[in-house]
């Protein structure tokens, strides 16, 4: 089995599982300190999704810590494999939800004027959330390529 940058139990795994931590936690945050957020179904989901990616990053980023300590090998075909569902599951979810978050965005943003006529919308902070949900869904991307090739290597 090949050793690929960014693949389990690397330096290169352990940044990219953390960048996707720190990524989703921070959409989590300015969408949670922005006003409003909770009524719209698309913000929650964002929310939601990013979540669960903080989980799954912040389980791997611990493990490829754990692995880089010991000097243990974590390319086996079952984790691989386990890594590889679990990264394409989270990389749809997250790309799916800052999809519906940015084209609920733009609407209330160009196409309606929604945010002019509301002063209390933190639109400017849903956009960041977005940004950053998106940030994040290009990083677990490179992650489950990167899995996805070790798992063809097997």
Known sequence: M??????P???????????????????????VSSL????????????ASMGLQVSWSLGLAGLDFYALKIRRNLQSPVLISLFVV??????TLSLAA???SAGVTIL???????????????CHRYQISIALGFITWL???????VMLWLLASI
Not at 17 to 23: N, S, Y
Not at 36 to 47: E, K, P, R
Not at 111 to 122: A, K
């Open 139 to 145: 990083l677990i991307y490179t992650s489950s390529l």
């Open 86 to 91: 679990g990264d394409w599951v989270t990389a």
């Open 2 to 7: 090949k050793k690929l940058l960014g693949g």
């Open 36 to 47: 409003g957020f909770s009524n719209y179904t698309a913000f929650c989901y964002l929310i």
């Open 9 to 31: 139990g690397t330096i290169t795994g352990l940044l990219l599982r953390v960048g996707q931590c720190l990524c989703a936690a921070a959409s989590i945050g300015v969408m």
């Open 108 to 122: 209330y943003i160009r196409d309606t004027d929604y945010c002019r006529s509301q002063p209390n919308l933190d």
């Open 98 to 100: 800052a999809c519906c």
